[in-house]
């Protein structure tokens, strides 16, 4: 059987197959636990591909789907899943949509088959859209409430003003209140298709069982006429500005945002290990100089999420608001610094085995295996990306770092949330 099909050479004990309906398939053969994990990513889904009228789209989708297919109620669903103790969920990202199934091996077969129904023929009940659509709006409403929340969002707006990344994958109250039915249908008919399916296997299983498997389940599944095309990516164009919104809150949010690289672009890991030594961790330089040695922040972070185009670089804090400008001088500070001294070679060292060892143990379970090799093919960065990012942390250098440093963390976008002024003294004494 599979001599027809086109195969990669192995890498560690990864195997990856392309099936001839275009499902490229994943299998990492674990014989450790009686388990099997499974990760379907659709590759042109997610927050991507949503225009700003149908913004949370692809989250309402993945909240609908499992609750019925052509053959089956949610109930029958839950029945099947639940009656062997196996997990099946949905998940929408920003750069693709997720089905994710984990169950012990003997059952593996019939809940491929569940699987590959509730992805080739969901039913989105009517019934069932509108009750989602009020959890999500509850969702919508809930985070309008949380400082750190309204801050994110008003830095994403000013980061992305023109870009579905600018937009929660939420989506907002007004666009999820107007989703169909219809809309549902169209956004599964578009974007769901054999062609842009990637299936990742971790666990006890053989490679040769899981291609005659997903040959047996998804094989019928024929490549539309249509061709999908893909958008334009957005130009990002937007000019770094402040902006402040006054919440009803004990503390001030302070957060800065860069516009960062995109994951296959060369910056990317470095990038990535400045976020681990700004922000990750009690022994992270904005933890030690901003809340240890200066006691400003309450909480004090960074983080960079891999994206498919250019990703933000985020730095933030939260304060007490007197101390709100203060804050915002301590953080420009601290990564300005970036760009004017180089890391000692034990600051850098210290980075890099940190950042090295809890990527390592992000890989431990089926389904973190299952779900990072996926995502990397999603993405289209090819398994071998697990050896080269790791690659290139080890080869970062201090120079490189200030030269990256300069090239994006020098004129922040900055986003602040506040109580309003005559609340201070109120504030204080709580």
């Known amino acids: ?25 994943l299998v990492v053969e674990n014989q450790a636990a009686n388990l099997v994990a499974c990760r379907c990513f659709l590759s042109q889904a997610g927050l991507r591909v949503e225009s700003r009228k149908q913004a949370g789209i692809s989250n309402l989708v993945a ?11 949610a109930l029958e669903i839950a029945e099947q899943v639940e009656s062997i103790g196996a997990s099946l969920g949905a998940d929408a990202g920003s750069d693709y949509f997720l089905m994710n199934l984990k169950t012990i091996a003997a059952d593996f077969a019939e809940m491929l088959k569940l699987l590959s129904e509730i992805i080739r023929y969901p039913s989105f009940p009517v019934s069932e859209i509108d009750l989602e659509k009020k959890l999500a709006i509850q969702s919508i409403r809930s985070q309008q409430e949380q400082p750190f929340n309204v801050a994110f969002k008003q830095l994403r707006e000013m ?34 298709r054999p062609d842009h399916l990637i299936i990742s296997i971790s666990g006890r299983i053989t490679q040769e069982t899981a291609i005659s498997l997903v040959q047996e389940v998804f094989g019928d599944w024929h490549i539309p006429s249509n061709t999908l095309l893909e958008e334009s990516p957005t130009v990002l164009n937007s000019t770094p500005t402040e902006k402040i919104i ?68 985020i730095t933030y804090m939260g304060t007490a608001p007197e101390n709100t400008e203060i804050a915002i001088a301590g953080i420009r500070e601290e990564v300005l610094r970036l760009t004017k001294e180089k890391l000692t070679d034990i600051e850098l060292q210290g980075a890099k ?70 609340n201070l003294d109120k504030v204080k004494h709580i």
């Open 353 to 422: 085995n940190k950042l090295l060892g809890q990527y390592a143990l992000g890989k431990q379970t089926n389904s973190e295996i299952a779900q990072i090799f996926g995502w990397y093919e999603t993405l289209g960065l090819g398994i071998k990306f697990d050896s080269l990012f790791q690659n290139a942390i080890a080869e970062v250098t201090s120079d490189r770092i200030m030269e990256v440093a300069n090239r994006y963390l020098t004129n922040p976008y900055i986003s602040i949330v506040k109580p309003p002024t005559k």
């Open 246 to 313: 006054i919440q009803d809150t004990q503390q001030s949010i302070v957060m800065l945002g860069y516009l960062g690289a995109e994951v296959k672009h060369e910056d990317y890991p470095v990038l990535k290990l400045i976020s681990t030594y700004l922000g990750n961790g009690l022994s992270s330089r904005l933890f030690v100089e901003l809340r240890e040695k200066r006691g400003l922040a309450y909480d004090v972070s960074a983080f960079y999420p891999t994206r498919l185009e250019a990703a933000p670089f």
């Open 63 to 73: 909240s609908v789907i499992t609750k019925g297919t052509k053959n089956l109620s």
């Open 159 to 192: 980061i992305y003003p023109d870009h579905p990344y600018g937009v929660s994958v939420l989506g907002t109250e007004a666009t999820v209140s107007e989703l169909t039915q219809e809309d549902l249908l169209n956004y599964h008919q578009s974007y769901f």
């Open 1 to 25: 059987m599979t001599s027809s099909l086109n195969q990669e050479p192995k890498q560690q004990n990864i195997h990856r197959t392309i099936l001839p309906n275009g499902i490229i398939l």
